[in-house]
Nanobody
């Protein structure tokens, strides 16, 4: 499984961005997908996740009500709609997949996309 993110960029506070993560390869054993972020000098943190079959979602408290994660089975793509962006949302955003294609959980990461929110 390979992941490629897109949609990052520079936006003013209060603005919106939509991140996309396209999965390719043997994607039929992916159990869940998620977006993580890492700001300079900080640990990587889970922003939002979604299970691929039922679509159960989970969010970081600080993004609840502002960010929405969704998936498109036909396109093997996961999205992160980010509204009301704040300067503290500035980070590199990484797409993650929990893949069971080898019979055990494997973490798959995309290369990341930069999101910068100016005040």
């Amino acid at each position: 499984v390979q992941l490629v993110e897109s949609g990052g960029g520079l936006v003013q506070a209060g603005g919106s961005l939509r991140l996309s993560c396209a999965a390719s390869g043997s994607t039929d054993k992916i159990q869940s997908m998620a977006w993580f972020r890492q700001a300079p000098g900080k640990d990587r943190e889970l922003v939002a996740s979604i299970t691929t079959v039922i679509g159960i979602t989970n969010y970081l408290d600080s993004v609840k009500g502002r960010f929405t994660i969704s998936r498109d089975h036909f396109k093997n793509t996961v999205y992160l709609q980010m509204n009301s962006l704040k300067p503290e949302d500035t980070a590199v955003y990484y797409c993650h997949a929990n893949d069971l294609g080898l019979g055990y959980p494997v973490n798959v990461w995309g290369p990341g996309t930069q999101v910068t929110v100016s005040s």
